[in-house]
């Protein structure tokens, strides 16, 4: 792309956790993915809690009320949907 003066001007990419390269593959978004989150929404989102504690306890119980309310028969069983690879990573 070029300005008037014929320069090269860059294009702004959008946010990293709109990307692939702030996606963890195994589901949820990676350190890059929510640092990017942060910066441009001003939140404060954390890495899984997969070991315990009251976060986790709170997301399993969260999602596993969304997975049987408000997801289709086929989404709920595909393994590789993102509220399933988001169960795993959490392991709820």
Avoid: H
């Amino acid at each position: 792309m070029r300005d008037k003066k014929g320069d090269r001007v860059r294009k702004a990419k959008s946010a990293a956790w709109t990307r692939k390269e702030g996606k963890n593959p195994s589901g949820g978004l990676n350190a890059k993915g929510r640092a990017s989150y942060n910066r441009s929404t001003g939140g404060n989102l954390k890495a899984p809690q997969p070991e315990g504690g009251s976060r986790k306890k709170s997301f399993c119980a969260r999602m596993g009320g969304m997975k049987k309310k408000l997801t289709s028969k086929k989404t709920a069983n595909d393994p590789n949907s993102r509220i399933n690879k988001s169960l795993r990573k959490w392991k709820c």
